[in-house]
Nanobody, 125 residues
């Protein structure tokens, strides 16, 4: 079955860190754009970060810039999102998504070919 599996969420105090993982099963990230989005209760889904595996372009939303690092491991077929100095406003369900789109298009449209199930991140103050 072709799917993305997101994991690594949890409950942490403010200032803590988490590393989210997105594993592609039956789906290669080569030449794809992979993005992380998040959705908090009562709020619209928003982009967090993205990486274009074909040219290495990386994007971070202003809300996480300086606190997030996205990377891809083609051997493990996994995309990671390392987040540090977590804030209560980072609390949300985080989703990974992948597409053949260029990075700006995926970030702008959220039109992914494949979505993973979310992983909950809860940051307490």
């Amino acid at each position: 079955e072709v799917q993305l599996q997101a994991s690594g969420g949890g409950s942490v105090p403010a200032g803590g860190s988490l590393r989210l993982s997105c594993v592609g099963s039956g789906y290669s990230f080569r030449d794809k754009t992979v993005a992380w989005f998040r959705q908090a209760p009562g709020r619209a889904r928003e982009d967090v970060s993205a990486i274009d595996e074909s040219d290495g372009r990386i994007y971070y939303a202003d809300s996480v810039k300086g606190r997030a690092t996205i990377s891809v491991d083609n051997v493990e077929n996994t995309v990671y999102l390392q987040m540090t100095d977590l804030k209560p406003e980072d609390t949300a369900v985080y989703y990974c998504a992948a597409a053949r789109l260029e990075l700006p298009a995926l970030v702008a449209t959220h039109s992914a070919d494949l979505w993973g199930r979310g992983t909950q991140v809860t940051v307490s103050s």
